[in-house]
Nanobody, 121 residues
Framework: QVQLVESGGGLVQPGGSLRLSCEAS????????MGWYRQAPGKERELVAG???????NYADSVKGRFTIYRDNAKNTVYLQMNSLKPEDTAVYYC???????????????WGQGTQVTVSS
């Protein structure tokens, strides 16, 4: 059984910073791409940032220059450093990872439970 557990969300003032963490645990043979998505009330879930197993990252235009995604493969963990936060960044943030649970398995996508980020004064 594979689990993704997120942490680090909360309430922050505009211009502030937060760091989200997502650790994958359970039966894991290998992890390919990992990423962060977010969903604001009444909106579709959108990709915020993704990172390959080799460390190549991509970002949504709305967060470029403010957010940084990185990973620690030894800890099966992906991070999202969020700086210069804006009220429009308010959303539930979800971690996603493509994981191969066993050597004979295919890669499958897994989701975390989500963590709330609220940017407000």
């Amino acid at each position: 059984q594979v689990q993704l557990v997120e942490s680090g969300g909360g309430l922050v003032q505009p211009g502030g910073s937060l760091r989200l963490s997502c650790e994958a645990s359970g039966s894991i043979f290998s992890i390919d791409a990992m990423g962060w998505y977010r969903q604001a009330p009444g909106k579709e879930r959108e990709l915020v940032a993704g990172i390959t197993s080799g460390g190549s990252a991509n970002y949504a235009d709305s967060v470029k220059g403010r957010f940084t995604i990185y990973r620690d493969n030894a800890k099966n963990t992906v991070y999202l450093q969020m700086n210069s936060l804006k009220p429009e960044d308010t959303a539930v943030y979800y971690c996603n990872a493509n994981i191969r649970p066993y050597f004979y398995s295919r890669y499958e996508g897994y989701w975390g439970q989500g963590t709330q980020v609220t940017v407000s004064s």
